[in-house]
């Protein structure tokens, strides 16, 4: 799905600001600094016509067209932002997973983990249920689903 490729671009959302410039480019990745593959590409913008191939790998961070970070919190929580759902992700079903990247190991109860769907009218929550949790160092929340815009959120049970 690559239709160009920028370097030396220094942050995502830089790489995500090329993207939206682009008439072709409906989504991109960013190669950060963490990339240990080829750190010859590290700040390597590639601008996408497509989101097929999707895999989670380190180093890599990707998002659509004009995707930008959602408010500064102070906090240690992490946050992933949608922007445009009803251009880019109409029909698209995925699965939101909460990853334990911290030297603490397991999650609990001071992790305080939880998460917050919304599509800008609809809002859902949903927090780690600890009793039930096995000591893993990941957290299926849910799944969704985009309709018309709409962000339909089933939280684990």
């Given at each position: ?86 251009k880019f992700m109409t029909g ?66």
């Open positions: 799905d690559d239709i160009e490729n920028v370097l030396d671009v220094p942050t995502w959302e830089q790489c995500s600001h090329i993207c939206s410039q682009k008439r072709d480019c409906t989504f991109w990745t960013w190669v950060d600094d963490t990339y240990t593959l080829n750190t010859a590409i590290n700040h390597k913008c590639h601008l996408k016509n497509g989101d097929s191939g999707q895999a989670p790998v380190t180093g890599l961070v990707s998002g659509a067209a004009g995707c930008k970070p959602g408010p500064k919190k102070v906090s240690t929580a992490s946050s992933i932002s949608f922007s445009q759902v009803s698209k079903i995925g699965m939101i997973f909460v990853e334990n990247l911290s030297k603490v190991p397991n999650f609990s109860e001071e992790s305080n983990i939880r998460v917050t769907i919304t599509d800008g009218a609809t809002i859902s929550k949903n927090e780690v249920d600890l009793t039930n949790y096995g000591g893993e160092d990941f957290w299926i929340a849910g799944c969704y689903k985009v309709d018309n815009g709409v962000i339909n959120f089933s939280p684990e049970a």
